[in-house]
């Protein structure tokens, strides 16, 4: 059962990839500068929406697309995510002392290998 | 016909492309909000914790809170317990906290409350007093949170009071001694073989190489172990040394007199200044110190050179040297303690007849040098000023004498001057409306990295065993906090 077919599909799969990266970046944001976010916004209510146009765009009709070549770019963006992974789990993480470092690293490397998996996906 | 198809979905791909934009301009909008409200807005906020509500109580421990009472259409809880806590969310930049509290004005006589925010990662609390009957400020002359209390007194603001000497403030801010510089100070060896009952309090001047030592003697009168810890530190409050001399070996009660017992406090190259030394609370008597600084004081004695704790009766003397008139209390709990003790100011001699039991009695020293001779000691003496043992001991620590506000009240008649910022409560039909105020930045306090600041409601009585059983309601808490915006800083 398709609720939403052509253009509406678009617009609440676009809508919800938006408000989902949106809703990260807060939390991520909240999780660095604790009260940054939820001081001013229930972020609880925020996810709500996300939620509820996820289930939508569930059911709603995907556009096959065709698999796009892999770019130089999509590897610094990997590589950049990788980093910024790194740097949040260290910052986190920084009373463990050494634990920290390697805690972090580990991160930092499994985040740019998933992203290399998506990446490299040849079903995808 | 193809070319309406062609034109219908050219519309659709514009109007596509202007949904996509108006969604894009939703994260824009929430980010522009947040910077917004975070950096340039000045934003005041205020959360009502409704204590009476089902469900949460905001109140911790638990229990120290009762289930919600309702009574005559109010919902409430009681609170049993004399420290209770309740966070509070705390956004980036927010300077001051203003706290309001709807309590039942059940108090007993005497009773006080107050609102402590927590000032360190540790347990510490700044507290500000929000109820106290008997501090009735109203009608002194102020300047800012600066009462004048002492009617010859000047009325000024706080930075011309911290640069007043011979001057006592009371208080419940964080007033932040002045220390004085001390130009008669040499680092030589003093001792004091006065024989003091239990823990003591006294304040040095030195530099460089500090060296303490310590004699006791326990006395062995209750069971268990009668270890001392001695802790040094700055005026600021920061240890610089600490030591501890053990238990004598006997833990029984049996009244046996110990062995001296020695210990020594090394602090190394100190920047001279003012230093407290804490002896810890014990079972026994401190029969010498010897430190190497001609400069210690102390604000409160128990002089034990009394057959009454199996040492020989010896007299001792006290030494005053303060610019203004000073009040002594003095006490004994046993009969053999009562005495006249000899007063000489400036060659005038005259007795003070010590002669109640178990009461309080003060004697009035007028300015200048007295020496206080006790022949029987078994008393305990405090002073609003300090005192010392040894001729030319005395030295002023502070520039002014700060008391806590709310201290018995021999001491507060001899206060000048009172910083608070308390707000007397409101009368609320049978409830009291308590606030207290803290200001993020200038009293240091301690925000958790989750963003919140913890905060403390305070009644003293309740901690004692006759008032274990009353309960005080709290209906309700507000909170209020202000963040100033870019242009009000």
Redesign the interface.
Known sequence: MKLFKGLSAEIVSYLFQTLLATYLIFLLLEQILGGLASVYMNLNYFLVIVIVLGVLDVFSEVKVKEKERVKKRDYVFVSVLGIIGLIVIRYKTLELGWLSWAISVIAGVLVVFLGLLVLEDKDG | MSEDRTYSARS?EG??RL??VL??L??VF??G??IF??FIASQE?SYVYDIGQEGESYLTPSERISEVVNEEDVDYRNVAGHLVYFDV????GIERVRVKMRIKNNLPAGGKASIGARDQEEWHYNSHLVYDPSLDVGNLDRVGNVYRVNPDAGVVDFSTLRELEDVTIATDEDFGLVENIVLDYRPEETVIDTTLRGGHVFYLYAGGDLSIEVKKRDLNWYVGSDEIIMFLSDAQGNLVGFMEVGDDGDVSGEKELGPVQRGNLLARDLEEGVYKLEISDFDGLITEIKVNTNKIVAEKVFLADSSAYRVDTKQSQLYFDYNGDVKVRMITHHAGGLQKVLINQSGAVSAFDFNVEDESMFLDLSAGRSVLTFTKNDIVLESQEYFTFIENGYFKPFKQKVVPLGSEDWIMDGVDYIVTDYVAPKEDGEWLIVEGGFDIVDDGLYV????TLSLMFNLPYLSKEENAEHVVPIDWIEIEVYKPGVWDK
């Open positions: 659709g109007f596509a949904v996509k969604v894009l939703i994260p929430l980010i909000y947040l409200a975070n906020f969310p705390i956004a980036r958790s990295e989750k963003g």
